[in-house]
């Protein structure tokens, strides 16, 4: 396609359109990157810098992106860095865990990291899967709510026929349960199922079309003066990305925690506080929550879910409903720590500083965790790099991931309680989270130009050769230079 023909695209009405809609081979996406360059009269060369080996394989091929965006220009560039690592103790992990975070927020990483240390010298963090489900909640609505009851109760029992239509158009949901709301002449329905190791949510989207389809088609045959006048594939009951306490009372996605029992030694020695104070300050942090209307109550575990999905592929809009969760704090007794000691296989509890009294019990509940290793963009280069960092890539590792982020999850709620109570909150942001520019001396800047001006105009510049800035070399080899008078 040329130049003309590119600039030339326009819609039925006149106006301009993207280009090479629908293609995703290289070649047609970087005429749509610049197209777009010469439209909004910038450049994008950093955005249309592609893997190094581009197309070597499937995950490294422009042609993956199809299923994952439309009108691909390029690739957004990240920075990923490593937290932990943290002594996890789960059903589906156990061992010592390192945890990627893309992000660009300074100062996440570092806090993520000291409560992960903490948590190693409490035993580590103890983690659980309960549940894991994906809904989908259609709406039926009838001619008035005698109507609709009739259809449930006709619908309620068709549960087996309905998980026979599923195997027949997914090979990996299953429909676990129906649930009904009603809502005068409309019935809105949800549809539970078990998604295996995808998220799900396009999934289940298609499996419940193919139910309703069948379910409309088939109450039409069976139930004379019973009609459908308006059906919806989505009522808004599903809570798809959006905030809504629903996700904190029943679970879509993963319903997963974790817990650790913390000596004060450790409070005190890594998060630099006393129990009484951290436990204080959670309380003060409940109450301006309560009256600020939250849902769930957290200290920022939204940043830990972002950072995570970001880096492994995830939907990164599924961040609201999965940081939906509640932190628990509450006194232990000596006695407590000493057990969950024990527990986690340390022989001599004293050793990590018991004899100095109690601690704190933590706990985070995250009931509808919306992650997946296969399916969505897990399959990008980049991102399966990350999910087998924590050995999370593919079939059989949902429960995995989701034991990771939420054990890495108490880690930062704890180390940022822990700054804000000991007052480290703002000065660990002043030091590691202000992007200063950086007006020191640089290699560039290394030159004649540099010397001849220096010196003034009765020298003369004869060569320039390896010396060193400041005890540290500004290049691989050092710089030097030599001046003579004339």
Partial sequence: MSETELDSDKDPYGHPRIPLRGLYDVNSCNLRRQWAEKFANCTLDQVGAWWPNQGSDDACSCLKLKGNIENPIGLAKVPVGLVGPLLVRGKNVAGYILCPFATTEGALVASATRGASALMRSGGVFVSTEDHVMTRA???????????????TWLRDKLDDLRLQVRQYSQHAELVSLSPQRFGRTLVVQFKYCTRDAAGQNMVTGATSHLCKWLLGKAEKDMEG????????????????????LNLVQT?????????????????????????????????FIHSSFRAGTIGFNTNASNIIAAVFIATGQ???SVVESATCQLILAPASKEEIEQAMRNAGVEHPASCGTEEG??????????SLIVGTVGGGTGLATQKECLRLMGCHG??????????IVGFALALELSTLASICGGQFASAHEKLGRNRPQNGLKDSHI?????????????????????????????????SAMFLLP
């Fill in 138 to 152: 259609p709406s039926f609505t009838f001619a008035n709510a005698k109507e609709a009851e009739l259809f449930w």
């Fill in 226 to 245: 019973v009609r459908v006048v308006r059906f919806l594939i989505e009522s808004n009951l599903s809570c798809d990305k959006k905030l809504a306490m």
């Fill in 252 to 284: 879509r996605g993963v319903h997963v925690q974790a817990e650790a029992w913390v000596p004060e030694s450790v409070l005190q020695s890594v998060l630099k506080v006393d129990s009484t104070s951290l436990l204080d300050t959670y309380q003060h």
């Fill in 315 to 317: 939907d990164v809009a």
């Fill in 358 to 367: 109690g601690g704190v019990y933590a706990c985070l509940v995250m009931p």
């Fill in 395 to 404: 079939t059989g590792d949902v429960g995995r991931l989701a034991e990771i």
């Fill in 447 to 479: 030159g004649p130009e540099l010397f001849t001006g220096l010196m003034g105009e009765g020298w003369t510049f004869v060569r320039h050769t390896p010396f060193t800035v400041g005890g540290v070399p500004s290049n691989p080899t050092q710089k």
